[in-house]
């Protein structure tokens, strides 16, 4: 795989025609027309109103911020260096540094947006320096509050509040005498002797900095980016902890369409953005440049020789060494919710290219509560405020865990966790939970996965954990019942969404690119067919992005190969617009196919047999944090070519790449 493309030329933002980047020749170097500048203009005016970017003043105010910081670094080097019988003059040279990384670095950070920030330190300066007088330090800082100290998180961080400005810091210390304020981290052999968590945290400035190297215009880039990141976000699908991809790999895939189409401006990138991978024939893995062969020992992404890369569902791999797949996280039914929203955003821009629509269409946020019929709630309280930020986050990191065992369930095809956290709108005694005295917790905060059967099933899902004064429910509750839980205008909104979806939807020609709702979906089959079952009736797919080619299984019959075949851009039909019959082992281990229905609304459904789902493996994934082996849940990779296949289109628009 590794040797299958060449590598072609670097080099840095600003670019010209005759360069190329990336691993592939450009797929156009056609120079920009005068309507693409204007739809560029008209896409960053719509971005005005997100506050997506900062005044003037705000920017100066994060470099003076970070100014002072890397001072203190200074002094506290000198300091520590002194402490320990370094000649005052000596430890004058020795420097430290403050580098940043992340939106920050890449310069796409939004209003109010945190700094990922790191110290470097000189080798006579050890961790428990760091996270001791340093710490230390900070906190004595008159511009510092909510100062904490993360020493046994996979990447070690300091937190805190800086004159206003959230500052996630992680430390390194390099195998060097002195950090020259002009040092350059981008040499891999910085690496060699360094401990595992310094390279962890050297890595999001090397990242960051390759990637800027990497693209053709980094204006492009950056605009292109900050409309993608919006988009994502608006749509639910921002969320590495999630199963959803995180900011560093939407990053990656702007990056990877600048590559493409190096002389295109913003609203073009984007455009073919959602071409590109739409239609990207996952789980190919997205590569910025050629791997690079250096020999220091540390594990890099490998489907060659590590057999749990093999099973990613969609890779995006690093471009600085150690090269690393940043959506390992993906689950089956995250794949399936972005490959739904790449097609709508396909969709869009088409229109939007061709004047049918504004920029502000790409933004509006869909319909979560009106799209399924079934939920599961997740409540988690706490006792007092400080318990309850650092349970939501514990809580939060392990939800992907009950994604992975949702998935295994041989009558679920789609566990769809929203990413945002509710706070719980009132105290009632169907939704509040009690501590330990019988009382209500006052602080209690709500997940919501939607839940996508092969038919109507009653779930009973009941997780319950304690630990002093914390607890977390999951319930399986009916759309009917959201009103208990959520404010009653929020739920207004969204059926108003979900109906101007389906409008829209109904006047595309029946080619909506999964626009309508799974709900919505299940509501027009019934009323064209009377006679539908419990089980519905099997319809064949006209898929987006194969060009109406028909889905395999969609004929009813419970087909292994189906469960077994590598998913690809090409056959990802909207998954709420057919039904099928295909179930799987419900001991196999692997994941669900594609979700190819939805629940049944027939009427008398609720009355059918319950089908419990198995609330302690659910819960073993919060209590013992391992989800079980990742690979079970995971398809086989393919090594087809990552934009087979055709997309049907408005007639006006040229698809081909």
């Given at each position: 795989?590794?040797?299958?493309?060449?590598?072609?030329?670097?080099?840095?933002?600003?670019?010209?025609?005759?360069?190329?980047?990336?691993?592939?020749?450009?797929?156009?170097?056609?120079?920009?027309?005068?309507?693409?500048?204007?739809?560029?203009?008209?896409?960053?005016?719509?971005?005005?109103?997100?506050?997506?970017?900062?005044?003037?003043?705000?920017?100066?105010?994060?470099?003076?911020?970070?100014?002072?910081?890397?001072?203190?670094?200074?002094?506290?080097?000198?300091?520590?260096?002194?402490?320990?019988?370094?000649?005052?003059?000596?430890?004058?040279?020795?420097?430290?540094?403050?580098?940043?990384?992340?939106?920050?670095?890449?310069g796409v950070h939004h209003k109010g947006a945190d700094i990922d920030a790191l110290c470097v330190a000189p080798?006579?300066?050890?961790?428990?320096?760091?996270?001791?007088?340093?710490?230390?330090?900070?906190?004595?800082?008159?511009?510092?509050?909510?100062?904490?100290?993360?020493?046994?998180?996979?990447?070690?961080?300091?937190?805190?509040?800086?004159?206003?400005?959230?500052?996630?810091?992680?430390?390194?210390?390099?195998?060097?005498?002195?950090?020259?304020?002009?040092?350059?981290?981008?040499?891999?052999?910085?690496?060699?002797?360094?401990?595992?968590?310094?390279?962890?945290?050297?890595?999001?400035?090397?990242?960051?900095?390759?990637?800027?190297?990497?693209?053709?215009?980094?204006?492009?880039?950056?605009?292109?980016?900050?409309?993608?990141?919006?988009?994502?976000?608006?749509?639910?699908?921002?969320?590495?902890?999630?199963?959803?991809?995180?900011?560093?790999?939407?990053?990656?895939?702007?990056?990877?369409?600048?590559?493409?189409?190096?002389?295109?401006?913003?609203?073009?990138?984007?455009?073919?953005?959602?071409?590109?991978?739409?239609?990207?024939?996952?789980?190919?893995?997205?590569?910025?440049?050629?791997?690079?062969n250096v020999s220091l020992g540390f594990q890099v992404w490998d489907p060659r020789v590590t057999v749990q890369?093999?099973?990613?569902?969609?890779?995006?791999?690093?471009?600085?060494?150690?090269?690393?797949?940043?959506?390992?996280?993906?689950?089956?039914?995250?794949?399936?919710?972005?490959?739904?929203?790449?097609?709508?955003?396909?969709?869009?821009?088409?229109?939007?290219?061709?004047?049918?629509?504004?920029?502000?269409?790409?933004?509006?946020?869909?319909?979560?509560?009106?799209?399924?019929?079934?939920?599961?709630?997740?409540?988690?309280?706490?006792?007092?405020?400080?318990?309850?930020?650092?349970?939501?986050?514990?809580?939060?990191?392990?939800?992907?865990?009950?994604?992975?065992?949702?998935?295994?369930?041989?009558?679920?095809?789609?566990?769809?966790?929203?990413?945002?956290?509710y706070e719980q709108h009132e105290q009632n005694s169907a939704t509040t939970l009690n501590g330990a005295d019988?009382?209500?917790?006052?602080?209690?905060?709500?997940?919501?996965?939607?839940?996508?059967?092969?038919?109507?099933?009653?779930?009973?899902?009941?997780?319950?954990?304690?630990?002093?004064?914390?607890?977390?429910?999951?319930?399986?509750?009916?759309?009917?019942?959201?009103?208990?839980?959520?404010?009653?205008?929020?739920?207004?909104?969204?059926?108003?969404?979900?109906?101007?979806?389906?409008?829209?939807?109904?006047?595309?020609?029946?080619?909506?690119?999964?626009?309508?709702?799974?709900?919505?979906?299940?509501?027009?089959?019934?009323?064209?067919?009377?006679?539908?079952?419990?089980?519905?009736?099997?319809?064949?797919?006209?898929?987006?992005?194969?060009?109406?080619?028909?889905?395999?299984?969609?004929?009813?019959?419970?087909?292994?190969?189906?469960?077994?075949?590598?998913?690809?851009?090409?056959?990802?039909?909207?998954?709420?617009?057919?039904?099928?019959?295909?179930?799987?082992?419900?001991?196999?281990?692997?994941?669900?196919?594609?979700?190819?229905?939805?629940?049944?609304?027939?009427?008398?459904?609720?009355?059918?047999?319950?089908?419990?789902?198995?609330?302690?493996?659910?819960?073993?994934?919060?209590?013992?944090?391992?989800?079980?082996?990742?690979?079970?849940?995971?398809?086989?990779?393919?090594?087809?070519?990552?934009?087979?296949?055709?997309?049907?289109?408005?007639?006006?628009?040229?698809?081909?790449?």
């Amino acid at each position: 795989m590794w040797n299958s493309e060449r590598s072609h030329g670097n080099g840095s933002g600003g670019g010209s025609s005759t360069r190329t980047l990336g691993m592939t020749s450009a797929i156009s170097t056609a120079e920009p027309k005068p309507e693409d500048f204007q739809k560029t203009k008209e896409l960053e005016k719509s971005l005005e109103p997100y506050n997506v970017f900062e005044t003037e003043a705000e920017l100066n105010h994060r470099m003076e911020i970070l100014a002072k910081l890397n001072t203190l670094v200074k002094q506290w080097v000198r300091d520590v260096s002194i402490a320990k019988n370094m000649p005052e003059a000596m430890a004058e040279k020795l420097g430290g540094k403050i580098y940043t990384f992340g939106s920050y670095r890449l310069g796409v950070h939004h209003k109010g947006a945190d700094i990922d920030a790191l110290c470097v330190a000189p080798r006579n300066i050890e961790r428990s320096d760091y996270f001791g007088s340093f710490f230390e330090l900070l906190k004595q800082q008159p511009e510092v509050t909510e100062c904490r100290a993360v020493e046994e998180a996979f990447v070690p961080v300091i937190k805190m509040n800086f004159d206003g400005i959230e500052i996630d810091l992680l430390f390194a210390r390099l195998a060097l005498k002195e950090i020259p304020d002009n040092f350059d981290l981008r040499d891999d052999m910085l690496l060699k002797n360094l401990d595992q968590k310094s390279v962890r945290s050297l890595n999001g400035c090397r990242v960051t900095d390759e990637i800027l190297r990497l693209v053709p215009n980094i204006d492009n880039f950056r605009l292109a980016l900050r409309t993608i990141k919006l988009w994502a976000k608006r749509h639910g699908i921002y969320s590495n902890s999630l199963g959803y991809f995180g900011g560093v790999s939407w990053a990656m895939l702007v990056a990877r369409t600048c590559q493409l189409y190096p002389n295109a401006v913003a609203a073009t990138l984007v455009h073919k953005f959602f071409l590109v991978f739409s239609r990207w024939k996952w789980p190919q893995p997205v590569l910025l440049k050629q791997p690079d062969n250096v020999s220091l020992g540390f594990q890099v992404w490998d489907p060659r020789v590590t057999v749990q890369d093999r099973f990613h569902l969609m890779p995006i791999i690093t471009p600085a060494y150690p090269q690393q797949n940043s959506t390992f996280n993906v689950s089956s039914s995250t794949r399936k919710v972005m490959l739904m929203e790449f097609n709508r955003g396909m969709q869009i821009t088409d229109d939007i290219m061709l004047g049918k629509q504004l920029w502000d269409k790409l933004f509006e946020a869909p319909s979560f509560f009106y799209r399924y019929r079934h939920f599961i709630v997740l409540l988690v309280s706490s006792s007092n405020a400080d318990d309850h930020l650092e349970w939501c986050g514990l809580v939060e990191s392990k939800i992907r865990y009950l994604i992975l065992n949702l998935e295994r369930n041989q009558h679920i095809n789609l566990a769809h966790v929203n990413p945002k956290c509710y706070e719980q709108h009132e105290q009632n005694s169907a939704t509040t939970l009690n501590g330990a005295d019988g009382k209500p917790t006052p602080f209690c905060s709500l997940w919501f996965i939607g839940l996508e059967f092969e038919r109507s099933e009653n779930l009973n899902v009941h997780i319950k954990l304690l630990k002093d004064g914390m607890k977390i429910e999951a319930r399986h509750v009916r759309r009917k019942q959201l009103a208990q839980y959520l404010d009653p205008n929020l739920l207004k909104r969204e059926r108003k969404i979900s109906d101007s979806y389906t409008v829209s939807a109904g006047g595309s020609g029946g080619n909506n690119n999964g626009s309508a709702s799974p709900a919505d979906a299940s509501r027009k089959r019934k009323s064209t067919d009377p006679s539908s079952g419990a089980s519905g009736t099997p319809a064949t797919a006209s898929s987006p992005a194969a060009g109406g080619a028909a889905v395999p299984g969609s004929n009813g019959s419970a087909s292994k190969k189906r469960r077994n075949d590598s998913f690809d851009g090409a056959s990802n039909s909207s998954f709420c617009s057919t039904s099928s019959t295909v179930v799987p082992n419900a001991n196999d281990g692997k994941s669900p196919p594609e979700p190819m229905a939805t629940e049944d609304s027939t009427p008398g459904a609720e009355n059918q047999t319950e089908e419990s789902l198995s609330a302690a493996e659910a819960a073993s994934s919060f209590t013992n944090g391992d989800g079980g082996d990742a690979d079970e849940s995971m398809t086989a990779a393919s090594s087809e070519d990552p934009t087979d296949g055709e997309r049907r289109g408005p007639a006006e628009i040229s698809h081909d790449f």
